[in-house]
């Protein structure tokens, strides 16, 4: 199960630069990637415990992968197969499934990481994806609205950043338990920085325009992933 979960992390990344190669099977080998997804979570399902991997000691990578992980990673799943679904008669670029399906393992990514620096990859990455499926169709508003998005998450993320640093300067450790012991102002700038990134806090600045003006199927990957 082990090795299973490394090539199911790496396994998206991998198939969205193979993308390029393939372009006329875009299509199918970003419904396989949610295919393995689905497939993933049903096996998390069965484990009887919690599975547990410390790859670099206490500078991460940590991950816990369990039964809710499962039912969050089979959600991305479903939404995705139902985007790749929906534009599949559509004519969309390689281009548009090589960032549909990097969200898509940043996504799931975030759900089974356990330490503050990997989720901080995660979501940083997941950004990227985020605003260059949203100025897909290359439209001056569409790039302003992208850059615009960008902007904000990358700020509030650098809060998170901060956050970070700090409770691992208190407990040597950026594992989520260090929290417990980690000095108050880490604690505000961590959730500063994540209440923005997910559109709860100052959502007005971005959020509204950002669902507006992004395509349809963009606007509902962001809807459950950002």
């Known amino acids: 199960m082990t090795i299973m979960t490394i090539v199911w ?20 080998l970003a ?10 979570a049903a096996l998390l399902f069965l484990q009887p415990t919690p599975l547990t991997l410390n790859l670099v000691d206490n500078f991460g990578v940590t991950v816990i992968a369990d039964d809710l992980s499962g039912f969050f990673i089979i959600t ?48 940083e990455v997941l950004g990227i994806a985020a605003s260059l499926l949203i100025a897909y169709p290359r439209h001056n508003r569409n790039l302003w609205v992208a850059l615009r998005y960008l902007f904000i998450t990358n700020t509030a993320m650098l ?9 691992y300067q208190a407990n040597q450790s950026f594992a ?14 961590i959730f500063l920085g994540l209440l923005t990134k997910g559109g709860i806090f100052i959502s007005g600045l971005w959020l509204p325009l950002t669902h507006s003006e992004a395509e349809t199927p963009v606007s509902a990957m962001l809807s459950g992933g950002v």
């Open 9 to 28: 992390l790496v396994l998206p990344f991998f198939v969205g630069f193979s993308i390029y190669l393939l372009p006329q099977a875009s299509r199918l």
């Open 176 to 189: 989520f338990a260090a929290l417990d012991n980690a000095p108050a102002e880490a604690i505000a700038l």
């Open 76 to 123: 991305n799943a479903l939404v995705t197969a139902a985007v790749v679904l929906y534009c599949w008669n559509t004519g969309k670029a390689a281009f548009f499934y090589v960032q549909a399906i990097i969200l898509h393992g940043s996504v799931n990514a975030t759900f089974i990481c356990a330490d503050l620096v990997s989720l901080y990859v995660a979501l």
């Open 159 to 167: 809060f998170y950043l901060i956050g970070a640093v700090l409770v």
């Open 31 to 40: 419904l396989g990637v949610t295919l393995v997804s689905a497939g993933y």
